[in-house]
T-cell receptor, first 116, second 115 residues
Framework: AQKVTQAQTEISVVEKEDVTLDCVYE???????LFWYKQPPSGELVFLIR????DEQNEISGRYSWNFQKSTSSFNFTITASQVVDSAVYFC?????????????WGAGTKLIIKP | ETGVTQTPRHLVMGMTNKKSLKCEQH?????MYWYKQSAKKPLELMFV???????ENNSVPSRFSPECPNSSHLFLHLHTLQPEDSALYLC??????????????FGNGTRLTVT
């Protein structure tokens, strides 16, 4: 079975706090991709990162960082020094190689509210 | 204009109406997608076109009819919809080469309300 779980439905923090969004996935494949997308109130989903299953190096991009742990099947996303503009719904997704190339398994999303 | 553009942004229609959603991508991608986003549900893939051929149709009711006249344009024709079809409909595109699929680029969506 393929499944992506984002257990946090909504998170609210005050600006400048650090916040971590959790993503846990299930797959039987050894080759797969994990994604994070951001959906601001405008509606458009914006691609943030893709990670393949063979690359467990953590990645940092400005205030954003991602922690990929195959041992716990997690791909968590941390925003450091959060800003109001970070307020959005964040989705984690999984794609398996060998399966339908076009199918992404999406998590339910985490709504992040950054208060000024 | 760049990216993925969807029109209209908002649409209200009665159950007996016929309407169409339009999507246009200016990224040179060769695959286009329709997704449905309902409240408190994961994103649902409806249709995928690759090189203008439909490659995925995820058990979508026939009241939704896609059309892909070329690699830059995608339509979703709607007729005799139900109130439960009210949702945000998102178009996306990507570049597919063999087994490799680039990340999806999304439009802003069409907020559809069926009365």
């Amino acid at each position: 079975a393929q499944k992506v779980t984002q257990a946090q439905t909504e998170i609210s923090v005050v600006e400048k706090e650090d916040v971590t969004l959790d993503c846990v996935y299930e797959t039987r494949d050894t080759t797969y991709y994990l994604f994070w997308y951001k959906q601001p109130p405008s509606g458009e989903l914006v691609f943030l990162i893709r990670r393949n299953s063979f690359d467990e190096q953590n990645e940092i991009s400005g205030r954003y960082s991602w922690n990929f742990q195959k041992s716990t099947s997690s791909f968590n996303f941390t925003i450091t020094a959060s800003q109001v503009v970070d307020s959005a719904v964040y989705f984690c997704a999984l794609s398996e190689s060998g399966d339908s190339n076009y199918q992404l398994i999406w998590g339910a999303g985490t709504k992040l509210i950054i208060k000024p | 204009e760049t990216g993925v553009t969807q029109t209209p942004r908002h649409l209200v229609m009665g159950m007996t109406n016929k309407k169409s959603l339009k999507c246009e991508q200016h990224l040179g991608h060769n695959a286009m997608y329709w997704y449905k986003q309902s409240a408190k549900k994961p994103l649902e893939l409806m249709f995928v076109y690759s090189l203008e051929e439909r490659v995925e149709n995820n058990s979508v009711p026939s009241r939704f009819s896609p059309e892909c006249p070329n690699s830059s344009h995608l339509f979703l024709h709607l007729h005799t919809l139900q109130p439960e079809d009210s949702a945000l409909y998102l178009c996306a595109s990507s570049q597919v080469r063999g087994d490799f699929n680039s990340p999806l680029h999304f439009g802003n969506g069409t907020r559809l309300t069926v009365t």
